[in-house]
C-alpha cells in the first residue's frame, strides 16, 4: 500500500468513526487494512509498547489462540536498565501480557546469555518484570542438549547451526532487542539479536562472513514481530558498553523486522553520524536477498506520541 492510498484510507477511517455506533461495525475491517507497515510510538516503555502493536493491527494479528511464542529480548548482560544493554523490562512484560491477552498457550522469554545468566536476568530486570505476570518463564538456554542442528533454506554461506528446539517449535517468534551499536555488525537490533537463539555464535564470527550469516541465520528463524526498544539507545560501545546512551524514548515495530531495523538506523546518530540502512551490510543483504525491505521512504510508517 502506497502512502497516497494509506492517507486516503486513513481519512476513510476518520469519517468511519464519526458516523456514529450504527458504522463502527465496519471500523475492525478497515483498521486491518489501513496497518502501517512500521509503527514509531514515543512514550513510557509499556504504553508505548501496546500502542506500537495495536498500531500494527494488536497482538491477535500474530498471536492466535493455542500458539506457542517466544520472546527474544537481549538480557545477556549483567548490567541495569540504564547500560542500554538489554531490552527495557516493561517492554518485555508488556509483550508478555498482551500475548496471554491474545490467547497464547505457551510464552517462553528466552536467550543465550554472555555473562553469568541469573544475574543478567536479574539486573536487566527482565525477570522480576515478567515473574509479576507468570513465574518462570524466562530462561537462559546454555546446555548443547536445549538445541537442534537444522539445515538453512537459501544459504549464503552458513548452511546450518544448532538453533534453540523451542524456537524451531514456536508457532510466533517476537523479537524485542534493544537499540544498541555492535563493534562487529555496525549494530544490533531485531536481526543480530537472533544470534541469542543458536548455540554457536562464534562461527558466524570466524568461520563466515558475519553480515552473511546474520542473513542466513534469519532464514531460518526469521521474527514474525520485531518491537525494537529505542526508550534508550548504546550509540557507541555496544554491545556491551559503556558508551554514549541517548533517549529517544520510543518503541519501533513492524511485522517487517528488516524495516524495524532500517527505521532504527535512520532514526538515531550512531557513532556520532547519521547513517543509511544500506551502510550496515546485514540490514543491506537481508533486503537484496528478500527478508525484508530497507527502503522505508517507500514505506508507509505511523507515528504516535506520547503513549
Not at 543465550?112 to 515478567?130: F, V, Y
Not at 539507545?233 to 524495524?260: F, H, M, N, Q
Not at 532504527?264 to 543509511?276: F, I, L, N, P, T
Request: positive net charge; hydrophobic residues 45%.
Amino acid at each position: 500500500m502506497d502512502r497516497r492510498t494509506f492517507l486516503k484510507r486513513q481519512a476513510q477511517g476518520l469519517l468511519w468513526l464519526s458516523a456514529g455506533p450504527a458504522l463502527l461495525s465496519a471500523a475492525p475491517a478497515f483498521a486491518e487494512t489501513a496497518a502501517p507497515d512500521v509503527a514509531v510510538v514515543k512514550g513510557k516503555a509499556a504504553a508505548a509498547t501496546r500502542a506500537a502493536v495495536d498500531m500494527l493491527g494488536g497482538m491477535s494479528r500474530f498471536v492466535k489462540p493455542g500458539n506457542k511464542v517466544v520472546i527474544k529480548p537481549n538480557m545477556s548482560f549483567a548490567k541495569d536498565v540504564d547500560s542500554a544493554t538489554n531490552t527495557h523490562p516493561e517492554v518485555v512484560r508488556e509483550l508478555l501480557i498482551m500475548c496471554k491477552e491474545a490467547g497464547a498457550a505457551q510464552v517462553r522469554i528466552l536467550d543465550h546469555s554472555l555473562q553469568n545468566p541469573e544475574q543478567s536476568m536479574d539486573l536487566s530486570g527482565i525477570r522480576p518484570a515478567c515473574d509479576g505476570v507468570e513465574q518462570n518463564l524466562c530462561h537462559h538456554l546454555m546446555n548443547a542438549g536445549q538445541y537442534v542442528t537444522a539445515p538453512i533454506p537459501d544459504y549464503a554461506e552458513m548452511r546450518e547451526n544448532a538453533f534453540m528446539r523451542d524456537v524451531l517449535a514456536a508457532d510466533v517468534l517476537i523479537a524485542c532487542p534493544v537499540a544498541k551499536s555492535h563493534s562487529g555488525a555496525g549494530v544490533s537490533l531485531s536481526l543480530k539479536g537472533q544470534m541469542g537463539l543458536i548455540f554457536d555464535r562464534r562461527i558466524m564470527h570466524s568461520r563466515y562472513n558475519l553480515d552473511s550469516s546474520i542473513v542466513d541465520m534469519n532464514k531460518k528463524i526469521l521474527p514474525t514481530l520485531a518491537v525494537i526498544d529505542a526508550t534508550r539507545v548504546l550509540t557507541t560501545g555496544g554491545p556491551g558498553g559503556p558508551g554514549k546512551v541517548i533517549t529517544p524514548g520510543e518503541i519501533i515495530a513492524s511485522a517487517d523486522p528488516v524495516a524495524a531495523d532500517a527505521t532504527a538506523v535512520a532514526s538515531y546518530e550512531w557513532y556520532g553520524r547519521k547513517m543509511q540502512p544500506g551502510q550496515v551490510g546485514h540490514i543491506r543483504l537481508a533486503h537484496e536477498r528478500k527478508l525484508g525491505r530497507m527502503d522505508i521512504e517507500n514505506l508507509v510508517t505511523g507515528r504516535m506520541g506520547p503513549a
